[in-house]
């Protein structure tokens, strides 16, 4: 009985969060929420919130949790598939625009929290950003064979660059996010050529 208490505790919690994602746009952000409205979607009383979470803060947190990490399982699922072959730029900012389009409210949230008034939310943004970078530059470091800092440095210059465009794409129509899907991966071919290893990327 204890292990169905516990699996419907965690759909709840689930349903919590998909509740304030999917009510999240272009004109409400997440300080624009009420628990009260979060609730109601995810189907529970207002006063069983507190089952889940402390507060709309700790709810806020586990939300940047959860789109850093669907973005950060995207990215090692088109590495994957560049193992099979393809280009591994084109391949990656197409996931990352894939990632824009059906997760459009996750991305706005990372984007509007990193520079937000919140000291701890800009906190965990900059930690899945660490986390991303890293993950890239590890990459990197074993696919070309350069030094770590080198690695490293290369990561965060393109991962600045996505994030930016990123940011772009969010309010473009179809057309104008094709044309910035293809200036970035030429952008970014231009960094990595810049770090010594277009020839292997």
Known sequence: MSGIRAQQKQ???????????NQLSAEHSFSNLSLREVAREAGIAPT??????????????TMVDE??????QLMRQ???RIANGGSVIQTSVNT????IDTSSNQFRLLLRERSGTSKAFRAAVAREIQHFILELAHYLESETHCESLHAYIQAEAMVTLVFSSGAE??????AQRK????????QL?????????YGSL
């Open 179 to 186: 044309e910035l899907t293809e200036r970035l991966i030429w």
């Open 96 to 99: 990352f625009m894939e990632f």
């Open 67 to 72: 789109a850093g990490l669907t973005l950060r």
């Open 78 to 80: 088109a590495r994957r």
């Open 11 to 21: 759909k709840t919690r689930e349903a919590l969060i998909e509740a304030a994602f």
């Open 189 to 197: 071919r231009y960094i990595a050529r810049g770090a010594g290893h």
């Open 48 to 61: 069983s919130f507190y089952r889940h979470f402390k507060d709309m803060n700790e709810l806020g947190l």
């Open 169 to 174: 794409a969010l309010d473009q129509d179809q």
